[in-house]
């Protein structure tokens, strides 16, 4: 059973404007939630994180938010470049670290 | 830091074959986790040590996979007998184990073919 779920396959979006991935969980007692970026070949690689006890991150053109009443965090990425073409997961921190299935990002130049 | 180092890179084997996955940890780091990519469950834990010594192991698909860590700078993951299902890419993890902000490092995985 999916703890942390992304339901956006994939996403397309023009260089320059916003892209917004998001990720929905089910588990109230989650503490910290993370974002990865996975290349093709590669490991997936540490690119943000929220604690439970905020609302907002911020680390350059990358914005994590989340909204606790509704179990739902969101990455924002602005402006999109072409290198931020990836998939992205989302994860949430209980006991063990709870993976989504990821959404495909197609920024297009 | 060499990061977490994962060997090998691809893997081709036939059906019933014995597959065995290796994973160094970076150095320090107390807890090692084993995900199993797929397109339909995207990173899926198969099991996890803390201190060497396995703490969840729930998602071990079953008994054909099995997973060891003799000591804290090396596991295996091994498939016996390999079945066509198991082709996907698995990762190995680690992190220090001790906090609740901390975040996971992943190897860059193994891409397993069973053919």
């Known amino acids: 059973d999916q703890q942390v779920k992304q339901n956006s396959p994939s996403l397309s979006v023009q260089e320059g404007r916003i892209s917004i991935l998001n990720c929905d969980y089910t588990?109230?007692?989650?503490?910290?939630f993370l974002w990865y970026k996975k290349y093709p070949a590669e490991g997936p690689t540490f690119l943000i994180s929220i604690s439970s006890i905020k609302d907002k991150n911020e680390d350059g053109r990358f914005t994590v938010f989340l909204n606790k009443s509704a179990k739902h965090l969101s990455l924002h990425i602005v402006p999109s470049q072409p290198g931020d073409s990836a998939v992205y997961f989302c994860?949430?921190?209980?006991?063990?670290?709870?993976f989504g299935t990821g959404t495909s990002l197609t920024v297009i130049p | 830091d060499a990061g977490v180092i994962q060997s090998p890179r691809h893997e081709v084997t036939e059906m019933g074959q014995e597959v065995t996955l290796r994973c160094k940890p970076i150095s320090g780091h107390n807890s090692l986790f084993w995900y199993r990519q797929t397109m339909m469950r995207g990173l899926e834990l198969l099991i996890y040590?803390?201190?060497?010594?396995?703490?969840?192991d729930s998602g071990m698909p079953e008994d054909r996979f099995s997973a060891k860590m003799p000591n804290a700078s090396f596991s295996t993951l091994k498939i016996q007998p390999s079945e066509p299902r198991d082709s996907a890419v698995y990762f190995c993890?680690?992190?220090?184990?001790?906090?609740?902000?901390?975040?996971?490092?992943f190897g860059s995985g193994t891409q397993l073919s069973v053919l």
């Open positions: 993890a680690s992190s220090l184990g001790r906090a609740t902000n901390e975040k996971l490092f």
């Open positions: 994860a949430a921190k209980g006991n063990q670290f709870y």
């Open positions: 588990n109230s007692m989650f503490d910290y």
């Open positions: 040590f803390n201190n060497n010594v396995p703490i969840d």
